[in-house]
């Protein structure tokens, strides 16, 4: 029965002498092999280098135009001995103000706020319930022409408040501006970033990234204090109210590869 071989050991001369040939030529093709295995991984090396070279520049865009339209919001508040006499008592002016604005046909009328509150007296640290104020709010548009008018008509008819007074324009205006404001931000931005690549001897290559901020409406006058509700209706002349312009602003950031 014939045994089967000894293994040879690669750490004996013998060994090294027999297998030189085919370790050589194994040893020959690692480096080849090591190199296809690095080369898939220069492009994403290459792109991660390229995307650091960006420029951001953020450019502003503002146009003016002319309102025609008035947002207010205006309101009744009432002080009656007990919550039930508030109520009915600002009820009932809400309702006459409410009629009037229906009979001039205003836009956008919605009821905004409505609130019943206890008051007390205080007096030596002592609590003294006087009475409950009721409240009710309503907004709604009208052309600016009409504005001082009707909101005199709606205090005589039990408005005891007006709370904002906001100068708008038509939408199609505003569609338009909010376009040219976005074209002129976004000019500046470029303008910004061409000064930048001359004044540094670089060359722009293509925008890699833009980010749109809209257009924002201007913020509405303050509240007229009950006081001056009260001088609107003593008064015989009817309230002036001229509309201004309205502000539209934008901005463009772009983000440029160089």
Do not use: C, H
């Amino acid at each position: 029965m014939l045994s089967s071989p000894s293994p040879i050991r690669l750490t004996s001369p013998l060994a090294l002498g027999l297998y030189r040939p085919a370790l050589g030529s194994w040893l020959r093709s690692l480096p080849l092999a090591v190199g296809l295995l690095v080369l898939p991984l220069a492009p994403g090396v290459l792109a991660q280098e390229a995307l650091v070279r960006i420029l951001t520049v953020t450019g502003q865009g503002e146009v003016r135009v002319a309102t025609s339209r008035s947002a207010i919001t205006l309101g009744v508040e009432v002080l009656a001995p007990t919550a039930a006499a508030a109520q009915a008592q600002a009820a009932q002016q809400s309702n006459a103000v409410v009629a009037l604005l229906k009979d001039r046909k205003v836009d956008r009328l919605q009821t905004t706020g409505i609130q019943l509150n206890p008051r007390y007296n205080y007096n030596d640290g002592q609590q003294t319930l006087e009475g409950f104020s009721a409240s009710n709010q309503v907004s709604f548009e009208v052309p600016t022409e009409q504005a001082g008018a009707i909101m005199d008509g709606a205090v005589k008819a039990g408005a005891t408040r007006i709370d904002g007074l906001q100068f708008l324009a038509d939408d199609t205006v505003l569609d338009a501006a909010q376009q040219q404001a976005l074209q002129k931000a976004t000019q500046s931005a470029q303008t910004q970033a061409q000064t930048v690549f001359n004044s540094l001897g670089l060359q722009s290559q293509e925008v890699v990234g833009i980010q749109i901020n809209g257009a924002s409406a201007p913020l509405p006058p303050g509240p007229l204090l009950r006081a001056d509700v009260q001088t609107m209706a003593a008064n015989v002349a009817p309230t002036p109210v001229v509309g201004g312009e309205q502000t539209v602003f934008a901005t463009v950031t772009l983000q440029i590869r160089y």
